[in-house]
């Protein structure tokens, strides 16, 4: 017969406090599968060597994710080696999401919200774009190092982290931001473009980390097809979150090195529709906002008009 224990004030006194143990924050990756899969496989093979690192460090980190668009799937499925490398590579050491997607942030907002799914509060979670030339020396280096981008979030307790990758000033990503992105964001936004340029100059960067709780309100908010890097950093501003950036190196996504002309073009033209459509959230409740909309707008026509003659002129 079990006797009922009973324990005085003065023995609950001397019983020294119960630890509350705070579970480890994981990292959740999500890779992004490549739009149009490259004619070999060794930067995906180099990735996802990282990847089935990544998926054997059960404490530290969460099983990895692929986001996998179906367009991409459907023009890839009678061929071999994207079969073999599916099943011997993608599904053994990551869970596969299969997405019809607009764009690719399209797949981020699917890979992202599925991995937040699982995830718990402080948890990190770690976006890496696939369609970078990662086979070459310069790739496996950037590789050896890439983990350090969402261990910032963690180390230094901030929101969001973003990876710059290495350019000269002549980089048609860079003459892209200079003349496009920040020309833009300072027409529309002034104050918050001077303070995201003292945290990065590549506010459409593919590589970053954030922060379980920032995620969740970026989630719940308007998600873009694209450009979605300078709406989170926006958000950020507004909301006084912790920014940092991790310099990710010397690496290209561009097979000849070069964006061409009219993807140049689109990508400025794309800014523009995203920085009106979240300029217009934050202040349609003012009375006066359609009139200040429009003095914006014509303003904003010119910086596009210069930067696509820049553009012609450096790129065509």
């Known amino acids: 017969m079990r006797k009922n224990a009973t324990m005085s004030a003065g023995d609950r006194a001397k019983r020294p406090p119960r630890l509350s143990r705070t579970p480890t924050p994981k990292v959740h990756p999500v890779v992004i599968y490549p739009f149009q899969q490259p004619d070999e496989y060794s930067n995906l093979q180099a ?11 059960k404490d530290r980190y969460a099983r990895p994710i692929t986001v996998l668009d179906r367009k991409t799937h459907y023009a890839l499925q009678g061929q071999k080696a994207y079969r073999d490398f599916r099943r011997n590579t993608l599904t053994r050491c990551s869970d596969v999401l299969d997405v019809w997607a607009v764009d690719t942030c399209q797949m981020w907002y699917c890979g992202l919200g599925a991995a937040f799914e699982r995830g718990r509060e402080h948890d990190v979670y770690w976006l890496i774009p696939g369609d970078f030339n990662y086979g070459t020396k310069t790739g496996q280096h950037v590789l050896s190092r890439l983990h350090d981008l969402p261990e910032i979030i963690l180390e230094l307790d901030q929101d969001l982290c973003i990876g710059e990758i290495a350019t000269d000033h002549n980089d048609s990503k860079q003459l892209i931001d200079t003349y496009g992105t920040f020309a833009l964001l300072y027409n529309w936004f002034p104050v918050e473009a001077q303070e995201i340029r003292g ?10 980390a954030i922060r379980h709780g920032f995620l969740e309100e970026a989630l719940r908010h308007r998600w873009y097809p694209y ?11 507004f909301d006084k979150r912790g920014i940092s950036r991790f310099s990710v190196g010397n690496i290209s996504d561009l097979p000849e090195g070069r964006e061409s002309l009219a993807s140049a073009m689109q990508q400025v033209e794309r800014t523009e529709r995203v920085l009106k459509a979240v300029w217009r959230e934050h202040h349609q409740t003012n009375p006066d906002w359609i009139e200040q909309y429009r003095r914006l707008a014509a303003t904003s026509n010119q910086i596009r008009h210069t930067a696509l003659t820049i553009l012609q002129n450096l790129l065509g």
Not at 47 to 57: A, E, I, M, P
């Open 227 to 237: 450009e979605q890097t300078v709406v989170m950093l926006l958000e950020a501003v």
């Open 199 to 208: 945290y990065t100059e590549r506010p459409r960067s593919e590589f970053l």
């Open 47 to 57: 990735l996802y060597r990282l990847v089935r690192r990544l998926s054997t460090d």
